[in-house]
């Protein structure tokens, strides 16, 4: 791979002094040339971003290059990579010899999995640089599920979180096909086995494990009242997601997380490797919803999956809530989204998206089947009834038909940074 001299690089425009935090050194992207400003100015489009270049090299106008940026002097410039014969390498039909090229220079396998990773990260242009590709490509060969690896590397990159084996690991739990509710039954089991055959003091996860399971996120008024919110804050608690949420109010004293116990509890039972296996990989999957979460002075997102428990039906939720925050730091409930994703017993995989804005509720409900669309307005005047109780207006009540089904409701889970994977759920009844 050809690194051109400085005369054949680019250098960002003032105006884009906050993107340059975003950019990494060494980091490869495909950019459009969209049109030519001014004298050596040009508008180029990467990852949905618009950014102004200054340019000593004549490009062709709608044509798309493979750049490297580097940092220089507190500025970064991008690089066209060239051949070997120093011909600047376009997409699509150069996409296979810059991949044999990054192969060759990050000295990773040239295997089949390798260069699959590669094409999707390019063609998807997710950013990464040569030391986190080696990394990437150290630990999914050791992942049985490399769909779902891949899949683990596009939220961890489109997301920005340091690529790491704890992250990695973090973020491919989540994604993992065994729901929660599966995991904790299976630990709980596990760990009634080993308390009745060894003197270990294993009762306190035990019975976190059980509030856990028996816990139910969606009562009657979920979104409004303030039980819904000590409800949803003490379910935060328990499983330990409370460092990146700790505006949120709750009434109940500090307890000890479930985070925080399996952690107690894995050198004792690092012997048993099917019970230490399953704790880690629970260990995981909240370190990945710590990872998906956010928490700065104006917004907040919060990602929870949990076990949900209607009637005898046991499965999981994943709740989705991003808000804004009010002058004293505390979440704006007049201003939030919500987002419910489940696969329901009957009607199959559905996503509920509720936004608030001044108190105004929209209700758009993802699913297949048309005939929810009967069900949704007969339940409207009661949902209105109940919301406007609490000072809320429902302005709408919606339902969406996927044109595809699966891959549809997988459209719309990615535009929100989170992959639909086998989300077990019940129906629910208003």
Request: charge should be negative.
């Given at each position: 791979m050809k690194i051109p001299s400085s005369k054949e690089s680019f250098s960002l425009t003032k105006n884009n002094e906050v993107s340059l935090k975003s950019i990494k050194n060494g980091q490869l992207f495909i950019g459009k040339v969209l049109k030519e400003v001014s004298n050596q100015t040009v508008l180029?489009?990467?990852?949905?971003?618009?950014?102004?270049?200054?340019s000593e090299m004549k490009l062709e106008i709608n044509k798309r290059y493979i750049f490297q940026a580097f940092h220089k002097d507190q500025k970064i410039y991008f690089k066209m990579i060239k051949d070997n014969k120093s011909k600047p390498l376009n997409t699509l039909q150069d996409t296979n010899t810059l991949i044999g090229q990054i192969i060759s220079t990050s000295k990773i396998n040239n295997s089949k999995l390798n260069r699959q990773l590669l094409s999707i990260m390019?063609?998807?242009?997710?950013?990464?640089?040569?030391?986190?590709?080696?990394?990437?490509?150290?630990?999914?060969?050791?992942?049985?599920?490399?769909?779902?690896?891949?899949?683990?590397?596009?939220?961890i990159t489109t997301n920005a979180i340091p690529i790491n084996n704890d992250s990695l690991d973090g973020i491919y739990s989540i994604l993992n096909k065994e729901s929660m509710s599966t995991q904790l039954l299976k630990l709980q089991n596990q760990l009634i086995v080993q308390t009745a055959s060894k003197d270990s003091n294993l009762g306190s996860l035990i019975s976190t494990i059980s509030k856990i399971l028996n816990f139910n996120p969606i009562p009657k008024h979920f979104l409004t009242g303030e039980n819904s919110a000590v409800q949803f804050t003490d379910?935060?608690?328990?499983?330990?997601?409370?460092?990146?949420?700790?505006?949120?109010?709750?009434?109940?004293?500090?307890?000890?997380?479930?985070?925080?116990?399996?952690?107690?509890?894995?050198?004792?039972?690092?012997?048993?490797?099917?019970?230490?296996?399953?704790?880690?990989?629970?260990?995981?999957?909240?370190?990945?919803?710590?990872?998906?979460?956010?928490?700065?002075?104006y917004l907040q997102q919060i990602l929870v999956q949990t076990p949900i428990k209607l009637g005898d039906f046991l499965s999981d939720l994943t709740i989705q809530w991003s808000g804004q925050k009010d002058k004293e730091g505390k979440i704006n409930v007049d201003h939030c989204?919500?987002?419910?994703?489940?696969?329901?017993?009957?009607?199959?995989?559905?996503?509920?998206?509720?936004?608030?804005?001044?108190?105004?509720?929209?209700?758009?409900v993802y699913n297949k089947f048309s005939q929810l669309l009967g069900v949704l307005e007969q339940l409207k005047p009661s949902l209105k009834e109940n919301l406007e109780q609490y000072g809320y207006t429902l302005s709408a009540v919606k339902l969406t038909i996927p044109k595809n089904n699966?891959?549809?409701l997988k459209a719309i889970l990615s535009t929100n940074q989170l992959y639909s994977t086998n989300f077990n759920g019940v129906d629910l009844r208003v």
């Open positions: 180029i489009q990467t990852n949905g971003h618009q950014l102004l270049a200054q390019l063609n998807e242009n997710l950013p990464f640089t040569e030391n986190e590709l080696k990394h990437i490509a150290r630990w999914i060969e050791y992942k049985n599920d490399h769909f779902r690896a891949i899949e683990s590397i596009k939220l379910l935060l608690k328990t499983l330990g997601l409370m460092t990146n949420t700790h505006n949120m109010q709750g009434s109940n004293p500090p307890i000890e997380s479930l985070k925080q116990q399996l952690n107690s509890v894995l050198w004792e039972l690092q012997d048993n490797k099917p019970l230490s296996e399953n704790i880690k990989q629970l260990i995981q999957r909240i370190y990945g919803m710590e990872l998906l979460s956010q928490d700065n002075e989204h919500i987002l419910f994703y489940l696969q329901l017993q009957h009607i199959g995989e559905t996503v509920i998206d509720l936004r608030i804005q001044n108190r105004v509720i929209n209700v758009l699966h891959q549809g």
